[in-house]
């Protein structure tokens, strides 16, 4: 089946500096991959839309100076974190799309990343 | 708009006993409905899906939902839960005339079985 690969799985990182999530497809083209970011037992909140080649579109109340986002390739979505601060800490997921799969199928997920800012 | 509900925090049940858990949805046109589960500090994993036709999906791990276009339900069923089905789970909807693929979600489920 398709793999998303998300790293890292964890990390914790200092107040102010910038940290780089990777999100790629193994087996797949992505044409649209989902970032998301998900507080303790709540639902997941969509972060911003990336397509290969374009501007990421974000969510409404989403810094876009702050959540840097790159689709650069088919294969490769990251989501960087500029100067985090303790507020950022959370659950990050992506997810994407086969960009050769049906109109109506369903995302893959990565296994998402823990940052932790102290 | 598109929106999905899913009225219980948590469900609890006995293994082996009879699972349910409810999603009701809100979409403008018809939907797409997709039942994923999640276990802890993972992300999400596919379960099913309905896209069109039979009403009763049959999905992984022995799950199935059933689509009620007139109570606007898909609720998430299994005849006899596992305690390896403890974990979170999440139904999401998307306007079948979407065409930017964005999936909302419920709020999700916390289900516990219990041995």
């Known amino acids: 089946g398709a793999v998303v690969s998300q790293h890292p799985s964890r990390v914790i990182c200092k107040s102010g500096t910038s940290v780089k999530i990777e999100c790629r497809s193994l087996d797949f083209q992505a044409t649209t991959m989902f970032w998301y970011r998900q507080f303790p037992k709540q639902s997941l909140m969509l972060m911003a839309t990336?397509?290969?080649?374009?501007?990421?579109?974000?969510e409404q109340g989403v810094e876009k100076d702050k959540f840097l986002i790159n689709h650069a390739s088919l294969t490769l979505s990251t989501l960087t974190v500029t100067s985090a601060h303790p507020e950022d800490s959370s659950f990050y997921i992506c997810s994407a799309r086969d960009g050769a799969g049906a109109y109506n199928s369903p995302l893959h997920f990565g296994n998402g990343t823990r940052l932790t800012v102290t | 708009a598109q929106s999905v509900a899913q009225p219980e925090d948590q469900v609890n049940v006995a293994e082996g006993n009879p699972l349910t858990v409810k999603c009701t949805y809100s979409v403008s046109g018809n939907p797409y409905l997709f039942w994923y589960v999640q276990y802890p500090n993972r992300g999400l994993q596919f379960l099913l899906k309905?896209?069109?036709?039979?009403?009763l999906v049959k999905g992984s791990y022995g799950f199935e939902a059933e689509f009620n276009k007139s109570q606007t339900s898909f609720h998430l069923k299994k005849p006899s839960a596992l305690v390896s089905d403890s974990a979170l789970y999440f139904c999401?909807?998307?306007?079948?005339?979407?065409?930017?693929?964005?999936?909302?979600f419920g709020a999700g489920t916390t289900v516990t079985v219990r041995a």
């Open positions: 309905y896209i069109t036709g039979d009403n």
């Open positions: 999401a909807v998307r306007d079948v005339r979407s065409n930017d693929y964005k999936l909302s």
């Open positions: 990336s397509n290969e080649g374009s501007k990421a579109t974000y």
